[in-house]
């Protein structure tokens, strides 16, 4: 199935999603509040998005992105959805229900990069330790004691 | 002669004399020294690998290079059963308390190789990062240090080899540092 297919559907749910073809994949730009609605129709859509191969966030310093791959194993076709997050609250809706792999991919956000994972059945820290403090992955991390100033 | 040739020089046979006689012969030696000599030709490793350098440490241990040659006989999977630990790779935070339980319950004497750059120092990479340790010898003392990312199967080699004549020396860790005889 190709692109303007893609386009064409998520436009029809959400005219305001932006698109991005200049990459490998076709990259949609969405706000965090659509994210839960679009993921659940296009996991459920005739492209059968069943595959989340890839969730992960970066730190923009102005905003936080969330970024998700996603793909088909029936069809092999992929698509990557970006939502933009205020960085001094980032909160997003989880799809640990919707892709099992999210569960863990999101703890692993949450601990690197704070992001809560709204009703998320578990959402503690994956790897850090309990008495870690600040999120690592940031841009603004400070840890004078491990890490020298470049 | 550096220290090195000098140790090298006198340890390259059986330590003491040996005195042919009529039916057999009489070695004049000294104890420590025989003790010393059996301990550096039999010393087994942990099997401790964190990151790649532990592919270049099974690679030593395979029949290529075969480190069994020299007296490494057979990796241990137990640190009570093992004389040496290789640390093959990067330590990072959470690992740390882990290597110094392993290094504990190992019996002594016990001696440390650090393989590679993550081991010496942190890493050419992830040095500069919230979770990795710079150095393995800020948890646990170190006897040979092998630099390279990873090192070369024979740079390892080279570094057992270093290690069996420390132990030949009789000298401990802290006397080598300040290379004073005991």
Request: aromatic share 12%.
């Amino acid at each position: 199935m190709t692109n303007e297919e893609f386009k064409q559907y998520i436009t029809g749910l959400l005219p305001s999603a932006v698109f991005d073809e200049t990459g490998e994949w076709l990259n949609v730009a969405i706000d965090a509040q659509s994210w839960k609605p679009l993921a659940q129709s296009l996991r459920h859509s005739q492209f059968d998005f069943d595959y989340l191969f890839c969730l992960t966030c970066i730190d923009w310093k102005t905003h936080l992105t969330m970024v998700y791959h996603l793909s088909s194993t029936t069809y092999r076709h992929t698509i990557v959805i970006k939502a933009q997050l205020d960085r001094t609250n980032p909160e997003i809706e989880t799809v640990s229900d919707i892709w099992r792999t999210a569960e863990f991919h999101e703890r692993e956000v949450y601990e690197l990069f704070g992001v809560k994972f709204l009703h998320h059945p578990d959402l503690r820290r994956l790897i850090l330790t309990d008495d870690f403090e600040g999120y690592p992955l940031r841009k603004d991390f400070q840890d004078p004691v491990n890490m020298i100033k470049l | 002669m550096d220290v090195r040739e000098e140790i090298r020089d006198h340890n390259k046979d059986f330590p003491g004399e040996i005195h042919p006689t009529p039916g057999g012969g009489i070695i004049v030696s000294k104890f420590n020294d025989i003790v010393n000599w059996a301990r550096s030709n039999s010393l087994w490793p942990l099997t401790f690998a964190t990151s790649c350098c532990g592919i270049e440490m099974m690679s030593v241990a395979s029949s290529k290079y075969d480190f069994s040659r020299f007296g490494f006989e057979v990796a241990r999977a137990t640190p009570r059963q093992a004389d040496v630990i290789i640390i093959a790779g990067t330590i990072v935070n959470k690992m740390a308390p882990v290597l110094k339980r392993l290094y504990d319950q190992m019996a002594d004497p016990k001696y440390v190789i650090a393989m590679g750059a993550c081991a010496i120092s942190g890493g050419p990479f992830f040095y500069n990062t919230y979770s990795v340790v710079k150095g393995a010898d800020h948890v646990i003392p170190v006897d040979v240090y092998i630099p390279g990312c990873p090192p070369r199967p024979e740079a390892l080699l080279h570094a057992l080899i270093a290690l069996q004549e420390k132990i030949k020396s009789g000298w401990t860790r802290e006397q080598i540092k300040g290379e004073k005889p005991a």
